[in-house]
């Protein structure tokens, strides 16, 4: 195992090999010297058991620094390499690729590691549902021989399910499992209103437990700046579809209206008949014309015609 902090030559750092000129290019802006604090470190231990390919870095290493590029990092998806060897060089590119620069990384891996499929409940689990959170499993019985070949998929948030497992002379056995199933979500710290502006301070990520499958929001910038449509206690998951844009332009505010045509652009006063978020369609009046058209909300105060 090396420790390898990503520097420039002068200040000794062992030479890295890339697999195309641009990861070179790239990854050049991540080197940092010994001394420095890394915005990002990634480790990794020679030998690595996945629940399934492809799979988020986050499930293979240990990765700690920079809030956000840890979230960025750890949503890089690998696949298991045919040989089952992954090299320094392929993880690189794809660090490059997610578009992390510009950074002073910290790799702590062997020159190669080696990855194999988990095949234990909690992975099979994983792979029959798609899960890539936590998952407990509890066998009512000990565990048969052979493989499993159903059920072909699990829903998440089940709380049981019945695998069955043939063995090399066809024959089949039932295994019951009970199931708990977890993911990090955005909870609330403190009570929150329908229609509240969710910021940074009302909220944070949690381990929670998931009873059945729902779109909970699983990282701060799905919330922050968004508008709540329902009334949320302490410690409470947000779900995603319970949240909109907070509007930028309120009804009755006075508005820039853009045309846009082939070779020329017109802009005219206006006024807002809807309120809107960005990206949304609102209507507003012409105050010259005085005719009410939809035009889509560009920024503060000002709107386009499509």
């Known amino acids: 195992m090396q420790d390898f902090s990503v520097s420039s030559r002068r200040s000794g750092a062992y030479p890295l090999r890339l697999s195309s000129f641009l990861s070179l290019l790239l990854l050049v802006l991540l080197f940092v010297s010994p001394a420095a604090a890394a915005d990002l470190v990634i480790e990794m231990d020679s ?3 996945v629940s399934g390919s492809p799979f988020p870095l986050s499930e293979a290493a240990r990765i700690s620094g920079d809030p956000a590029l840890v979230q960025k990092a750890g949503n890089i998806l690998l696949d298991i390499p045919q040989n089952g060897v992954l090299s320094r060089d392929e993880l690189l590119d794809a660090v490059v690729a997610k578009g992390i620069g510009g ?35 509890e066998p009512l019985g000990p565990l048969p021989p052979g493989r499993i070949v159903s059920p072909l998929s699990i829903p998440p948030g089940t709380g049981s399910a019945t695998l069955r497992f043939a063995d090399d002379r066809g024959s089949e056995r039932a295994l019951a499992i009970r199931l708990s199933w977890s993911q990090p979500a955005v909870v609330t710290l403190r009570p929150l209103e329908r229609g509240a502006v ?48 907070s509007p930028i332009i309120q009804r009755g505010d006075s508005v820039i209206i853009t045309v846009r045509r082939s070779g020329f652009l017109i802009e005219v006063r206006g006024e807002a008949l809807d309120a809107g978020a960005e990206g949304e369609s609102i209507r507003v009046r012409n105050l010259q014309s005085r005719s009410v058209v939809q035009a889509v909300v560009v920024g503060p105060g000002r709107v386009e015609v499509q």
């Open 103 to 137: 950074i002073r990384l910290k790799l702590v891996m062997p020159q190669e590691l080696h990855i194999v499929l988990d095949e234990s409940l909690e992975a099979t689990v994983k792979r029959l549902s798609g899960w890539k959170w936590g998952v407990t499993v």
């Open 47 to 49: 030998l690595i058991a």
């Open 198 to 245: 969710v910021s940074a301070s009302d909220v944070a990520i949690r381990e929670v437990r998931v009873m059945r499958s729902q779109p909970l929001a699983s990282a701060l910038e799905e919330v922050v700046g968004r508008r709540l449509g329902k009334n949320l206690s302490a410690g409470e998951p947000i779900l995603l579809n319970s949240l909109s844009l």
